[in-house]
């Protein structure tokens, strides 16, 4: 068990640009979550996935915002024409089937200049 | 999901316990109970969960009360190193996605 990863923990980009995080579960979790927190706030769920199938999405997921799963292991969430309101801290966590706890990783912090 | 109430923030003397309480007076039969707590700049760590009894672990203790429309986070010796965000977090099934409120700052104290 080597814990959720997530790559890069910072990314500086500017506006309008086009970024992309990476998240590899623990190995053989079928549930991978991804949220997002603003300084202050706790966490809010962006997308779920069960395996490679996308399950939910909140509607804080906005057409610029799109997550895969290719082959039911490591996820990537991608943001188009990136905004300063992008500025957050991205998080996954996994959970493996039947389990109860969701282990998450250590973030992705994104500034947008 | 149930809305969870907590206070913004608490205060706890190092070594002695730290209750931090949770209001979930809308909580449903089948909901869990689920803390976390979050060390800046890191993600959110697993503490605890229950549905209806009192549990117990390596970290702290859950109680909740009868009705389970409140529940106590007990760190029964604080450290410098528990002063983090808690979060209580109210699910309908283990395996859901977690909302999350805005937490107890607690800062632990020398």
């Known amino acids: 068990d080597t814990g959720v990863s997530q790559d890069p923990r910072h990314k500086i980009t500017k506006r309008g640009q086009n970024v992309t995080f990476r998240c590899d579960p623990i190995s053989e979790h079928n549930r991978l979550y991804w949220y997002r927190q603003t300084l202050g706030q706790g966490p809010e769920f962006l997308t779920y996935f069960q395996n490679e199938a996308q399950l939910e999405k909140s509607r804080l997921l906005s057409d610029r915002f799109s997550a895969e799963r290719p082959k039911g292991s490591f996820s990537t969430l991608e943001i188009q024409r990136t905004e300063q309101g992008d500025s957050a801290m991205y998080l996954c966590?996994?959970?493996?089937?039947?389990?109860?706890?969701?282990?998450f990783g250590a973030g992705t912090r994104l500034s947008v200049l | 999901d149930a809305k969870t109430t907590q206070p913004t923030s608490m205060d706890c003397a190092e070594g002695r316990a730290a209750n931090l309480p949770c209001n979930h007076s809308?909580?449903?039969?089948?909901?869990?109970v689920y803390w976390y707590r979050q060390i800046h700049s890191q993600g959110p760590q697993y503490i605890i969960h229950g549905l209806k009894n009192n549990e117990t672990n390596e970290m702290a203790s859950l109680i909740i009360t009868e009705d389970r429309k409140s529940s106590t986070l007990i760190l029964p010796h604080a450290t410098l190193r528990d002063t983090a965000v808690y979060y209580c977090?109210?699910?309908?099934?283990?395996?859901?996605?977690?909302?999350f409120g805005t937490g107890t700052s607690l800062t632990v104290i020398p």
């Open positions: 977090i109210v699910v309908p099934n283990t395996g859901n996605q977690f909302y």
């Open positions: 809308t909580i449903s039969g089948n909901e869990y």
């Open positions: 966590a996994s959970i493996g089937q039947g389990a109860d706890i969701q282990y």
